[in-house]
């Protein structure tokens, strides 16, 4: 226990060194190719935030561990929306550009609800796997293509250095976002290491250890990416990264191995008929939230943390049995999720009332002036 607490708290360490290094090289290749920070996040962050979901759910496959695999990848997409977008709103209100509400967030719910369509037959096959992968490769192309259009329009090619930093040469840029991958990676296989084997220690099914403490590991190099960059003014990288992320898991950490192991990969019924689509209503729920005023609010992200909570102790408490089971889930079915519900639709109708309000004040405005 002794050993396993130690590889946490190191795998901890490597992740902010990374995440850090990270950040710096790949804000810095932004301005040196002509890519917006929200491109960079969208594409090369969230590719190599993605690693260590990719090494895990590989991993898995091979051991005969499809749950594991699986609830990876469910679990990390979960927990990038509600756990780190809601910890990064809170430690600051996050601006999202319209590209991500009008293109990548509607992108990461169709790939959502495609994964429930695709397991809908008990695995993820050869086909199913090239069709994710596909996707992902045309969000990768057009996402470039748009960001390179901005950043001409813009005119943000200049040498000005992002996060603040001193000019680096390109050489370094690169080593940095090397190193960087190097670390997050390094340090997500020993803090996963560490708390599956508590958890297992402690009877947890490999499905629960996939959707909540593996997911949750191998999700620490988005949270420490997107806090890094919040905290040196990136925050489309940081709100890029995870959506990005959650595109990169469908489509390569989950489509890729499903193509590389002929048989595929077996998905339980539970994760069909529960995670999937939790995956896809959270996935949902940030598109409201994202539209109301182009930004996620501190108490949006307490909003989304609390959900995060709530999902988590439905799993312990289902998996354990215990005694409060049935009590905590009549609560959340009956009362929370649908006062829940509420209080997004109140409060998006607020917002689009606001804005078309905004938009009739603006165009009225010229009519002020006539005699």
Same mark, same amino acid.
């Given at each position: 226990?002794?050993?396993?607490?130690?590889?946490?708290?190191?795998?901890?360490?490597?992740?902010?060194?990374?995440?850090?290094?990270?950040?710096?090289?790949?804000?810095?290749?932004?301005?040196?190719?002509?890519?917006?920070?929200?491109?960079?996040?969208?594409?090369?962050?969230?590719?190599?935030?993605?690693?260590?979901?990719?090494?895990?759910?590989?991993?898995?496959?091979?051991?005969?561990?499809?749950?594991?695999?699986?609830?990876?990848?469910?679990?990390?997409?979960?927990?990038?929306?509600?756990?780190?977008?809601?910890?990064?709103? /809170?430690?600051?209100?996050?601006?999202?550009?319209?590209?991500?509400?009008?293109?990548?967030?509607?992108?990461?719910?169709?790939?959502?609800?495609?994964?429930?369509?695709?397991?809908?037959?008990?695995?993820?096959?050869?086909?199913?796997?090239?069709?994710?992968?596909?996707?992902?490769?045309?969000?990768?192309?057009?996402?470039?293509?748009?960001?390179?259009?901005?950043?001409?329009?813009?005119?943000?090619?200049?040498?000005?250095?992002?996060?603040?930093?001193?000019?680096?040469?390109?050489?370094?840029?690169?080593?940095?976002?090397?190193?960087?991958?190097?670390?997050?990676?390094?340090?997500?296989?020993?803090?996963?290491?560490?708390?599956?084997? /508590?958890?297992?220690?402690?009877?947890?099914?490999?499905?629960?250890?996939?959707?909540?403490?593996?997911?949750?590991?191998?999700?620490?190099?988005?949270?420490?990416?997107?806090?890094?960059?919040?905290?040196?003014?990136?925050?489309?990288?940081?709100?890029?990264?995870?959506?990005?992320?959650?595109?990169?898991?469908?489509?390569?950490?989950?489509?890729?191995?499903?193509?590389?192991?002929?048989?595929?990969?077996?998905?339980?019924?539970?994760?069909?008929?529960?995670?999937?689509?939790?995956?896809?209503?959270?996935?949902?729920?940030?598109?409201?939230?994202?539209?109301?005023?182009?930004?996620?609010?501190?108490?949006?992200?307490?909003?989304?943390?609390?959900?995060?909570?709530?999902?988590?102790?439905?799993?312990?408490?289902?998996?354990?049995?215990?005694?409060?089971?049935?009590?905590?889930?009549? /609560?959340?079915?009956?009362?929370?999720?649908?006062?829940?519900?509420?209080?997004?639709?109140?409060?998006?109708?607020?917002?689009?009332?606001?804005?078309?309000?905004?938009?009739?004040?603006?165009?009225?405005?010229?009519?002020?002036?006539?005699?």
């Amino acid at each position: 226990m002794l050993l396993d607490t130690v590889l946490v708290v190191a795998g901890l360490g490597l992740l902010i060194l990374g995440g850090e290094a990270l950040v710096r090289g790949a804000s810095t290749l932004a301005v040196k190719v002509g890519l917006s920070p929200l491109v960079i996040g969208l594409v090369v962050v969230s590719a190599a935030t993605s690693a260590p979901e990719f090494a895990v759910t590989v991993g898995a496959v091979i051991n005969d561990q499809p749950d594991l695999a699986v609830g990876n990848v469910v679990g990390s997409n979960i927990v990038n929306i509600l756990f780190i977008l809601g910890v990064s709103a /809170i430690f600051a209100p996050l601006v999202i550009k319209r590209q991500l509400v009008r293109i990548d967030i509607p992108v990461m719910v169709v790939l959502s609800v495609g994964v429930l369509l695709l397991c809908l037959d008990g695995k993820v096959d050869f086909v199913d796997g090239l069709l994710l992968l596909l996707a992902l490769v045309a969000h990768t192309i057009g996402s470039i293509i748009l960001g390179r259009r901005e950043t001409a329009k813009n005119n943000q090619e200049s040498e000005s250095l992002p996060l603040n930093g001193k000019p680096v040469p390109i050489w370094l840029a690169l080593l940095l976002l090397i190193v960087g991958i190097g670390l997050l990676v390094l340090g997500a296989q020993a803090l996963v290491t560490g708390a599956v084997s /508590i958890a297992t220690s402690l009877g947890v099914s490999s499905l629960v250890i996939g959707l909540t403490v593996v997911a949750a590991g191998t999700s620490l190099p988005e949270l420490a990416t997107s806090i890094v960059a919040i905290r040196k003014g990136e925050t489309d990288m940081a709100v890029g990264n995870i959506v990005g992320s959650n595109i990169f898991n469908i489509g390569m950490v989950l489509g890729l191995p499903a193509m590389l192991f002929g048989s595929g990969i077996p998905v339980a019924q539970s994760v069909i008929a529960i995670d999937i689509p939790i995956m896809i209503a959270a996935a949902i729920a940030l598109l409201p939230v994202a539209f109301t005023g182009f930004a996620v609010a501190r108490w949006e992200g307490l909003l989304f943390v609390a959900m995060y909570a709530a999902f988590t102790i439905y799993l312990i408490l289902n998996s354990t049995q215990h005694d409060a089971a049935n009590g905590f889930n009549s /609560i959340m079915l009956w009362f929370v999720l649908p006062l829940l519900a509420a209080t997004l639709l109140a409060v998006t109708a607020y917002e689009v009332g606001l804005y078309r309000g905004k938009k009739l004040a603006k165009m009225a405005k010229p009519d002020s002036y006539e005699i």
